[in-house]
């Protein structure tokens, strides 16, 4: 079998681990010859790469592995590119979540004004990363999930058309999980049917390899208990916030309870609720960064005072499954099927063609081919056509540096209630992304 050469770029990433975790599980479905880091945080870089060279040297010490912050020597000589990177670093992501609470306004990660200030700044840095990949490994293929991957996914589209990117998201394939434990069976015996946008859709279909159709079942289940289960099925998505997000499906599935929603939703459909239970000293970030972060890192720290990782094992999830199985499927053309952001050119038949869609593929070695997922009621269009737009202006005041552009994409987000406030958080985010946005005008 033919071995591959990997980089996972944001080397320092709280999720590195998991995913080197679950390559040396699935070197048998997916053999590597090399293994890379890159960060451009040497510091955070060597923290995590001391500790996984540890692992790697016990594990699988064939295997040539290394960590480092030069491009050319990340980029050179790979066949995948797993990209999850944070431009700005918890840090900004905080200011994200904090800034548009002051006004009273949800602050999320990738959903509205904090989305938006986060797409600003990845735009930049991901269309550099994409260029050095193509400039030292041309034949490369880039499995992106760096944040907010609908707006880097369009920014895709428009700035490099013609590159390897895919860009994915691990949230259905963690919901998924659940909903089979629901059913009592694997995520791998089923087929779904989804539509909609990243962090955005709904599932409208899911059947086992034989054609039984389990919606109506689990659909009861989530009336009750959202997708909360008994036993803990995704190790990713644990904390508490997260099980109240959970739960809150049970909610967005009143709304529409024809299809199972996507947990993300909820910052769309019930806004007044999140912002009633944030806490604005107190965000997700701040959660982050007392739990992941502080585990993987001191788990790292471990390591390394030890000079072996008996006893200490990095934890791999939904996440890290996604991505090697996606790798796999290109690799070895299995033709798997797996809900990848792609431009939608009909697959939703009346939405728009240059829209950027999170829709099931079938992926061999030419990447994905979207399945036609027919026509969408009113309701979910209408509410994906403002989104999408709030997209599409991110990306073309970042291109035109507009400032009017950009009020505009905060105006129209279901998020914000008025142009007014979408001024106000605007001139603070401008303010604290400064160094990070391109200049406004
Ligand atoms: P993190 O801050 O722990 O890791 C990000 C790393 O990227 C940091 O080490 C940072 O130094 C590095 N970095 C920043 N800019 C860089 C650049 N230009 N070049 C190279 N490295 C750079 O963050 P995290 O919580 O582990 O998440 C990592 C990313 O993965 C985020 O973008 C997050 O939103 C994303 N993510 C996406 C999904 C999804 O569903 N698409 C799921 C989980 C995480
Ligand atoms: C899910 C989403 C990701 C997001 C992550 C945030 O996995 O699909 O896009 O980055 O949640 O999780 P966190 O634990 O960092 O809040
Ligand atoms: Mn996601």
């Known amino acids: 079998m033919k071995k591959f050469s990997v980089v996972i770029a944001g080397g320092g990433s709280t999720y590195t681990p998991g995913i080197v975790m679950m390559l040396l599980d699935n070197l048998d479905r997916f053999p590597l010859r090399t293994l890379k880091l890159y960060d451009n945080d040497g510091e955070r870089q060597a923290m995590l790469g001391d500790a996984l060279d540890i692992v790697m040297r016990e594990k699988a010490p064939d295997i040539e592995f290394s960590f480092t912050t030069d491009p050319e020597e990340a980029f050179t000589d790979v066949d995948f590119?797993?990209?999850?990177?944070?431009?700005?670093?918890?840090?900004?992501?905080?200011?994200?979540?904090?800034?548009?609470?002051?006004?009273?306004?949800?602050?999320?990660?990738?959903?509205?004004?904090?989305?938006?200030?986060?797409?600003?700044?990845?735009?930049?840095?991901?269309?550099?990363?994409?260029?050095?990949?193509?400039?030292?490994?041309?034949?490369?293929?880039?499995?992106?999930?760096?944040?907010?991957?609908?707006?880097?996914?369009?920014?895709?589209?428009?700035?490099?058309?013609?590159?390897?990117?895919?860009?994915?998201?691990?949230?259905?394939?963690?919901?998924?999980?659940?909903?089979?434990?629901?059913i009592d069976k694997e995520p791998q015996d089923l087929e779904v049917r989804y539509f909609g946008l990243n962090h955005f859709g709904w599932w409208t279909s899911i059947k086992d390899k034989e054609g039984n159709e389990y919606l109506p079942a689990i659909r009861d289940y989530v009336a009750e208990n959202g997708y909360l289960t008994q036993k803990e099925v995704d190790t990713q998505h644990t904390d508490?916030?997260?099980?109240?997000?959970?739960?809150?499906?049970?909610?967005?599935?009143?709304?529409?309870?024809?299809?199972?929603?996507n947990t993300y939703l909820k910052?769309?459909?019930?806004?007044?609720?999140?912002?009633?239970?944030?806490?604005?000293?107190h965000t997700r970030a701040n959660e982050v960064i007392a739990g992941r972060e502080k585990t993987v890192f001191s788990m790292a720290k471990t390591i390394i005072k030890n000079g072996t990782s008996e006893g200490c094992e990095f934890e791999m999830g939904a996440h890290a499954t996604f991505v090697v199985d996606l790798a796999r499927a290109i690799a070895?053309?299995?033709?798997?099927?797996?809900?990848?952001?792609?431009?939608?050119?009909g697959t939703i038949a009346n939405f728009d063609d240059d829209a950027?869609?999170?829709?099931?593929?079938?992926?061999?070695?030419?990447?994905?081919?979207?399945?036609?997922?027919?026509?969408?009621?009113?309701?979910?269009?209408?509410?994906?056509?403002?989104?999408?737009?709030?997209?599409?202006?991110v990306v073309e005041a970042y291109i035109e540096g507009s400032y009017q552009k950009l009020w505009q994409a905060l105006t129209l987000s279901k998020t914000v209630p008025s142009a007014k406030v979408a001024k106000e958080i605007l001139d603070d985010l401008i303010e604290a992304n400064k160094g990070y946005w391109p200049e406004l005008h």
């Open 81 to 182: 590119c797993f990209a999850h990177i944070r431009t700005g670093k918890y840090e900004m992501r905080e200011k994200d979540e904090k800034i548009p609470l002051k006004h009273g306004v949800l602050g999320q990660e990738t959903c509205g004004p904090g989305g938006i200030a986060y797409g600003m700044r990845s735009i930049g840095d991901m269309i550099e990363m994409i260029d050095l990949m193509e400039k030292y490994s041309p034949d490369c293929w880039m499995l992106n999930y760096s944040n907010p991957a609908a707006i880097v996914a369009e920014a895709c589209r428009v700035l490099r058309p013609n590159s390897k990117v895919l860009n994915i998201c691990d949230m259905p394939v963690g919901t998924l999980r659940r909903i089979s434990h629901i």
């Open 240 to 261: 508490a916030s997260w099980q109240d997000t959970h739960k809150k499906a049970k909610d967005l599935l009143a709304v529409d309870p024809r299809f199972l929603p």
């Open 267 to 281: 910052y769309y459909l019930y806004p007044d609720y999140v912002v009633e239970h944030s806490n604005p000293d």
């Open 332 to 345: 070895f053309n299995t033709h798997e099927r797996m809900l990848l952001i792609v431009e939608n050119n």
């Open 356 to 393: 950027m869609v999170e829709v099931p593929c079938i992926v061999g070695s030419n990447g994905p081919e979207p399945l036609s997922q027919g026509k969408i009621p009113e309701f979910q269009r209408a509410l994906m056509y403002q989104q999408v737009t709030v997209e599409k202006l």
